[in-house]
């Protein structure tokens, strides 16, 4: 296939970018589970060993036709396999999906909602669907408050049955394979299957997280005998069956995703719910029958000749992504550089702003009114950026006043959201680029296991509250509304043509990690491996995060100096990326276990 020409401007600006950060990206981040090789994960094909070498090398994998980027090996690989049989990307998400629900299952599944990206090479147009999960219609505003109307503690609230949202991930896998898939439905489904009876690997990653998990997940039989199976942890190197997911997946792909929404496997998946030990739910069959995937209008915005366009409400990605760059658009950030402590005073600041209009305005629209195109209008954003213009961390940060036809008095949004999910990056030979964020939440969701999957805490990405001094929260729950989401799968395009696919998990903290993935490869010129490599600093509320044993420690007397509040600590991002230019290159994050395999 034809890919474009990368702008030479990039090449020149890694030149510029000198040492320091920039030169650490490729050995200074701290995985929080290593990618110790391919015995991690069983037998893999040699060229998957060899990109995840090019991981452990910092540079970027190659390729001329197609790629594809995730979290888990073996999922790539089923990816891989799919679209060098001609299969598009929508095809090749199938089964990339469907295997990282069994081995990486504490962070997306069939039990969870996803946001899924589209660039058409046909008609050159970008398309989202949102298959986030919905709240249950029996849910009442107040789900996660005590009798005293007091928030719930976070824990108290995730696990058991009360934060299942009916999921929207199989209904989505659907709706992108009716669209543009063309490989046979059930044959995407062959390798997961496969995988779940014949045994896969444990990963390091896997079995760390089930260790330091075990008081919760110990707290339901099925979930117990599943991930400590005898009583013991599943330990990384382990051979682990699922038979009950095969048999899930067999059912999805002899009778499409309606089988999930209507069958036996609702009414387990609402038993489960329903009937979980000290904290049961309210979700119903009703929930999972009316259950509807929604085509949504992408938010593109504006960067340095670039569309960046994502997932709009209910999503904040694409809104909070697009205005922090909005507003750097007018500082020379590529002039800074990336060591600079004033780039980061400008990023950080940025992102305050732009958090203090998502905490405010950002939610499910089809159930609150929302400025969305008032938050990222140009002159909007060029008012905001007005306010970076002084030399110290600004003192205070609130919300805007974007142009809008309501006048609501809102109040500011208190949901938690803890880092989890996946990111699936694709490309296939076409053209066509896919950028899906899936998640169940959580890591392992509501620790509910059922029929060989884990159900997702997604209501909990919901306001606890509804109301603060007698104001409304936008992001409040109601009956069949969408929680407010923090993804960003994100595809930047040039003169209309993709140039970058991308997205990340965690958390609230996905918004700073893809605005900064994107300064990183426009302004500062980093290949995608740097990119994403690239140490984290994240500034969401005030405090600024800077990612603990990496060199982006070395900025926070600076910042500390300018007046932010600044505290080092794991930053665990997860991002997948391809650059589409002369030919694909993909990238990695060193923090997660996927690879980018193409050809
Ligand atoms: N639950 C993570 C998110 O949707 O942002």
Redesign the pocket.
């Known amino acids: 296939m034809n890919f474009h020409l990368r702008t030479a401007l990039t090449v020149l600006l890694v030149a510029a970018t000198g040492p320091g950060l920039a030169q650490q990206v490729t050995d200074s981040v701290a995985p929080e589970a290593a990618t110790e090789g391919t015995t991690a994960f069983g037998a893999l094909s040699e060229a998957a060993a060899a990109s995840l070498s090019a991981k452990d090398a910092g540079t970027p994998v190659e390729a001329q036709d197609w790629m594809v980027a995730a979290a888990n090996p073996l999922a790539v690989e089923a990816g891989a396999r799919v679209l060098r049989e001609g299969g598009t990307a929508a095809d090749a998400m199938v089964a990339v999906q469907a295997v990282l629900g069994l081995v990486e299952p504490q962070s997306s599944g069939l039990g969870g909602g996803a946001f899924l990206v589209w660039y058409d090479a046909n008609s050159g147009e970008v398309t989202t669907l949102d298959g986030r999960e919905t709240a249950p219609l029996e849910a009442t505003p107040t789900l996660f408050q005590t009798e005293d109307g007091e928030p719930l503690g976070f824990f108290d609230a995730v696990v058991g049955g009360r934060s299942v949202g009916t999921p929207g991930t199989p209904a989505l896998m659907q709706a992108a394979h009716d669209k543009w898939g063309q490989s046979d439905w059930a044959g995407l489904f062959a390798e997961a299957i496969e995988l779940a009876e014949g045994g896969f690997t444990v990963s390091p990653r896997l079995a760390g997280m089930v260790a330091g998990d075990a008081d919760r997940l110990g707290r339901f039989r099925a979930t117990q005998e599943y991930f400590f199976p005898g009583g013991t942890a599943i330990a990384e190197g382990d051979t682990l069956t699922n038979a009950a997911y095969a048999n899930t997946l067999r059912l999805i792909a002899a009778e499409g995703a309606d089988v999930f929404y209507t069958g036996p496997i609702a009414s387990d998946i609402v038993a489960t719910v329903r009937t979980a030990a000290g904290n049961p739910g309210v979700l119903s069959r009703s929930d999972l029958a009316l259950y509807e995937v929604k085509e949504r209008e992408p938010v593109c915005v504006t960067y340095r000749a670039h569309d960046v366009c994502g997932m709009g409400p209910p999503s904040s990605g694409a809104l909070t992504v697009g205005q922090i760059l909005g507003m750097l658009e007018s500082y020379d950030l590529a002039a800074l550089g990336p060591d600079s402590a004033e780039a980061w005073r400008l990023i950080g600041d940025a992102s305050r702003l732009a958090f203090a209009d998502r905490g405010l305005y950002m939610a499910d629209t089809d159930y609150v009114p929302m400025p969305t195109q008032g938050l990222v209008a140009p002159a909007y954003l060029a008012e905001r950026a007005q306010l970076l213009q002084g030399d110290d961390a600004l003192p205070e940060v609130s919300a805007g006043s974007p142009e809008w036809d309501h006048a609501m008095q809102l109040a500011p949004d208190e949901s938690l959201?803890l880092p989890s999910?996946s990111h699936i990056s694709i490309v296939d030979s076409y053209g066509n680029a896919l950028s899906m964020t899936t998640?169940i939440?959580n890591g392992f969701g509501s620790r509910l296991f059922v029929r060989g999957f884990l159900l997702n805490n997604?209501l909990t990405?919901f306001s606890f509250r509804t109301h603060a001094d007698g104001r409304p929260i936008a992001n409040r729950l109601e009956p069949g509304k969408r929680p407010r989401?923090?993804?960003a799968p994100t595809i930047v395009l040039r003169d209309g043509m993709p140039t970058l696919v991308f997205g990340s998990p965690g958390?609230?903290r996905?918004i700073g990690y893809v605005a900064k993935t994107i300064i990183a490869h426009v302004d500062w010129g980093m290949d995608v491996q740097q990119a994403v490599a690239m140490p984290h600093l994240v500034n969401r509320f005030g405090t600024y995060d800077v990612e603990e044993d990496t060199s982006a420690t070395d900025l926070a007397p600076a910042l500390t100096e300018l007046g932010f509040e600044v505290g080092a600590r794991a930053l665990t991002s997860g991002l997948h990326a391809i650059a589409i230019g002369e030919t694909l290159t993909g990238g990695a994050d060193p923090r997660r276990e996927g690879i980018a395999l193409g050809e």
Do not use: K, P, Q, R
């Open positions: 959201e999910t998640t939440e997604e990405d989401s923090s993804m958390g609230s996905i």
